[in-house]
């Protein structure tokens, strides 16, 4: 075993070159699109930093000579249900600042304190239901020669941010998401794992209250439910942009043609060690159709009890067809599968429990189905993504030094 | 496991088996330098290679021998790194100031920062590393240290200690009665670190010593480690006292010195032999004997508690510690260290059984930290750092140049009362300079300050190269004044938005 715990030293060292990252970047972002009045949206800048760790990784490690970049502090690329997007992992223990599933810290808890705030972050407001972090209009050299970022590391680290600052919403996602087949099915993956932790959240409330339809509970159904729902477009849209990355990847290639970056960027490589193939993809694909199949069977749930604002009624030809598919397409035999038992819950009195036990069983079978088909867990969003830094972390990092 | 990304082990035997031999007298330089020998030897033992013998003085003590012991001698001086070579040259200086034969001083370093303009004379081919890789060796180079029984800090007497029955578990709740007692870094090694703070007004000297102010705080330092069945101590008792040297040679030395046990002109001999270049030095001794003295008390008290217990515990003579390595030191501080260790050998030697459990004599203890305290800043930074800022209140540790930030060479220190005058938590103080020179952000020395006016003290100053750029950094943060403070409704939309309500 060797010692991994950094000292207290090393980790100030990355936390200095966390917030400076962070800092110029979101300080180049506003003066590239001259937004300095608006501020940088947090999912601009989330979408802008996942491209830009994925080449930072890659380009140090394949042309150290060329790019000889430390490490990338405590930025990481996750997969989320928004897509690839950065976020921050400290690795100082904070205290009196939650972490979300225990690793990664809100950068809107960060930037008032003064590690953050001192390069001149002017506030963070709202703008059409975003959060926009109003950055430094400009950090001095004389400020930035006192971080631990060399200069070749801010001159590249500027330059690639300029560089994806420029490209649209779609592109961005596009590229932080699915640039390679790894990205694509780690970003398929959280999906499914987020409609499973969504749909058992939704479905325990309902059997675990005594009056599963009050008020306070009817929200957090329906926002279990949209969330849900968000899950399942979302996997259709990462299939799109996987089937069109090249467009995507030429506008990138367009907007860095006569910048030395040209001909390195977006870097599509792959770890060795990473598990996923082609094949996988297309079973994902085909799991995608089960699951939105068994989607649709928990819409008509949710139609039933009148949950959502535009509800429609039950449509039992949707229930059967959903029910068809997934029994073709999984070739399993169960009775859950069978369309008299829902017509007759469905059509029963008070029976909202019931129908939840059934679904979260079924939910439980295709699963297992996935998880036997996949060679893949759905845990807990805890569980998924510290599985996810601590193993599957698809960049290559160990040549980066320790505590940068 | 150690990491080994440096190759550091392998780097010390290389440079010994080349550039040392028996006859060389290698000067450790503080801090780092001084336990090059130690890993070199632990290396050789890893490699079932005997290892050499060592001659080796501590860089603090080179002034406390007389004028010419260093004539004619080989000398290496010995250090970790060059980073702009300052002190490697101070050293040599130092030498030549007292003798030493400018032909026979040879300098070695096991790295070279890739901008310093100083070369050692070995290795012959350098091992240079540019500022991240320096970085990140000298932390590599820490966590070895780490894992050595012996301090960071090497200006202090160390005394060793072993027991084949006493769990630390026990020896921690023996210790809670006399004092407050916190854990020194994080745990990177095999040797834990605790130190103990004990209130001053636990040593009662009984007369009156003229000059000397014994200070706010004794702390005594435990690094234990396990070894199969043994534990292994070392004990390094450590105070701040100040000391007008004239004063208190004029009135008290003599005094002092019996009540020390040792012979009474111990101190005035001391003047009479090196004149007004011996303050240091009595400083030196009249601290690390009052430090001692505590040591002595606590011993008293601790010791029968853990024979009534049934617990062995012995004195180790540090012969037996330190194998290979024969430490040089001035016939003052073999006459100091051997008298303190023959008082505590007859501690340990009393055999009287109590037929009931002692009763312990009621020590004072220092009020305790909590996180609670009123200077607490709104930082991420744990608020330990924050006795930083009192070292660029005066002066700051870095200057501009117009291209980069360049060490300032010319600091003043720090007191332990100056500090305990605006954070006014002793335990907190004591903990946080525990954490700052276990960093290497701050270093600890003798000397003199306007505060100390005239006097002598244990004075902080920053931990130097690029230590100081750190250090900078962190004061910023505690100082900045910004005028942003975000909504905690925006900070609260934007975790539901990304993790949900749940999460």
Known sequence: MIYGVISHKQELILEDRTSFFINYAGSVIQNELHIEKYGVSTRKLYKVLANVIIDWHWLSKINFQEYNFSGAGELVWIPHRFGGIQQIVPSVAYTGIKKSHEL????????????????????????????HILFPTSISYKLMKKTRVEDNERYHWGNLIKIYSKLPDSTLDSLASCRTITLCL????????????????LLTSIINNDDPFSENNKSKIKYFYSSSSACIKQLFVKLNYYNNINS??????????????????????????????????????????????????????????HIMNDYEEVDFTLLEDSLDIMINKTQLSSTLF????????????????????????????????FENKLGLQFNPPNLHYKSFLENQYPLPKLHFIDGN | MLKNKYKIPEDTIKLFNEYISDDTLVIGILRSGAHIPHIYQNACRNEGIKPQKINLILSHMISFFPKNFFHERKILILDDTVFNGSTMQQVKDNL???????????????????????????PKTKKC???????????????????????????????????????????????????????????????????????SSNLSIPLEIKGVDIGDLFKIRFYIKQIGKKTFFTFVPICFPTINISEFLETSADHLAKYFCLNEDFFTNIFDKFGTLSHQMIYYFVSRGLAAEMLNNLLLNIIPRIRFSGIDFSILNPKYVDGSINYIFPHEYSTFYNTYFDRYTQILSQTKVFESFPFTEKWRIPEPYNNKFENRKNTLTPNTFSILTLLVDEKSPVFWDGNSWIPNEKMIGITFHEILKKFNNKVFISKALDELLESGLLRAEDG????????????????????????????????????????????????????????
């Open chain 1, 338 to 369: 069978d369309i008299n038992q829902w017509i007759t819950i469905f059509l029963g009195k008070d029976n909202e429990k019931e129908i939840a036990i059934k679904l979260l069983t079924l939910i439980n079978i295709i699963f297992n189905h």
């Open chain 2, 129 to 199: 590393l540019d500022l991240v890789n320096y970085i990140a060796w000298k932390e590599e180079f820490c966590s070895i240290i780490a894992d050595d029984i012996r301090p960071t800090e090497r200006d202090h007497p160390l005394y060793y200690f072993n027991s084949n029955n006493l769990r630390i578990s026990d020896f921690l709740a023996i210790l809670q009665d006399y004092g407050q007692i916190h854990s020194v870094g994080n745990a990177l090694g095999s040797v834990v670190k605790i130190s103990l703070s004990i209130d």
């Open chain 2, 448 to 503: 003199q300050t306007e505060e100390t006016k005239g006097g002598f003290s244990r004075i902080f100053l920053p931990g130097g190269e690029y230590n100081s750029i750190a250090l900078s950094r962190i004061a910023d943060t505690f100082n900045f004044v910004g005028t942003f403070q975000c909504d905690n409704n925006l900070a609260e939309e934007e975790a539901i938005d990304l993790w949900g309500y749940f999460s």
């Open chain 1, 186 to 201: 780690q970003c398929l993956w959280i999906q499914f794992v987020m409609w499973k932790y969504y749909l058992n959240s």
């Open chain 2, 96 to 122: 030549l100031d007292l003798g030493a034969d400018p032909t026979k001083i040879r300098t070695a370093t096991l790295v070279v920062n890739s901008d310093s303009k100083y070369e050692p004379d070995f």
């Open chain 1, 248 to 305: 995507s990847i030429e506008e990138l290639q367009e907007i860095s043609k006569n910048t030395e970056y040209q001909r390195n960027i977006p870097c599509n490589f792959e770890l060795n060690s990473m598990q996923f193939n082609k094949a996988n993809l297309e079973i994902f694909q085909a799991c995608t159709s089960i699951l939105e199949s068994l989607h649709e069977i928990c819409t008509q749930f949710i139609n039933l009890n």
């Open chain 1, 104 to 131: 990664f810290v809100n950068i809107l808890d960060l930037i008032g304190f003064p590690e953050y705030s001192k390069y001149g972050i002017r506030g963070v407001i709202e703008n059409n239901g975003q959060r």
